[in-house]
């Protein structure tokens, strides 16, 4: 590492993009190997290196993003002015990126119609969304009012439990989003 400390300095600070290993090393959680850097790097070079990078077109929003939302650490060069900076520059991506790329529509109807004879009727609109549509007959579930067949209904027709009547869709904290 001593050997080529003043190359492998130079060759971080060569390219905004050198701003990644940065990142990976002080501020993502779940990097697997361990990042060196070479001995002269100084928290000054780290500093430049990130406003560099910030600053650049090819910036990964989400590396901004991680800075923006960064605790200030000395040896990373991150203080309140870089992760305001960081925060202004997220945002301006933020806004290019949904400004650029419509997106699209999705959704779930639920409907209970008066005059089908199926239990229900799924659909999927795909023309220029994605929206799933149930139809539910209303003679159907008023016919099956009884507590075994609301059971059944629960199986069979919303398909909520499965055979042991176990929620299907349960929700765990560790595979919810965040916003």
Request: proline content about 5%; aromatic content about 10%.
């Amino acid at each position: 590492m001593k050997a080529y400390d003043a190359e492998m300095r130079d060759e971080l600070r060569a390219s905004p993009r050198g701003a990644e290993h940065l990142v990976r090393k002080y501020l993502q959680d779940d990097v697997r190997e361990d990042i060196h850097l070479p001995p002269s790097f100084t928290p000054v070079d780290a500093r430049e290196l990130l406003e560099a990078y910030i600053d650049s077109e090819d910036a990964n929003p989400n590396y901004v993003g991680l800075i923006a939302t960064a605790r200030e650490n000395r040896l990373a060069g991150i203080d309140a002015k870089l992760k305001l900076r960081a925060k202004r520059r997220n945002d301006e991506m933020t806004v290019k990126f949904f400004h650029e790329n419509e997106g699209f529509k999705t959704g779930c109807e639920v409907g209970i119609s008066g005059t089908q004879d199926e239990p229900v009727v799924f659909e999927m609109d795909t023309s220029d969304e994605s929206v799933y549509r149930y139809t539910y007959s209303s003679l159907w579930l008023e016919e099956t009012c009884d507590n075994p067949s609301i059971l059944n209904n629960f199986l069979h027709l919303f398909e909520f439990v499965d055979r042991q009547a176990l929620l299907v869709l349960p929700s765990y904290p560790a595979r919810l989003g965040h916003v």
